[in-house]
């Protein structure tokens, strides 16, 4: 079987492009701004503050959690959610190298 395009690039790359990917959408942006406010929660309270379906929350919700952005630990025949600190620090590492570069290269620009 012939190779996939993520195949060309290194495993870093690939992980970095699925965890900005997760954040690329509006509502998923709004559900971590809402476990940094709680710290931790339920999907039905997710629900209750956001305008959107019981299900669009939790196809939102499993998106984060497979990017690595969030865990879910299971309490009751519920999931409590919260930030996984695992993918926001490799996104933080990334961002700070770019903003190293631009400090370097400031007014250096085409």
Do not use: W
């Not at 497979?66 to 999931?79: H, S, T, Y």
């Amino acid at each position: 079987m012939g190779a996939t395009k993520t195949d060309h690039f290194t495993d870093d790359q690939n992980e970095l492009a699925i965890l900005t990917k997760a954040l690329g959408h509006p509502a998923r942006i709004a559900i971590i701004q809402y476990l940094l406010k709680v710290n931790a929660c339920i999907c039905g309270d997710i629900v209750n503050e956001l305008p959107l379906s019981q299900p669009t929350v939790s196809q939102h919700l499993k998106e984060l959690k497979n990017a690595g952005l969030i865990k879910g630990n299971i309490e009751g025949n519920a999931i409590c959610y919260c930030i996984n600190e695992v993918g926001f620090e490799k996104i933080k590492f990334f961002f700070t190298q770019v903003d190293l570069h631009l400090e370097k290269r400031k007014n250096e620009c085409c």
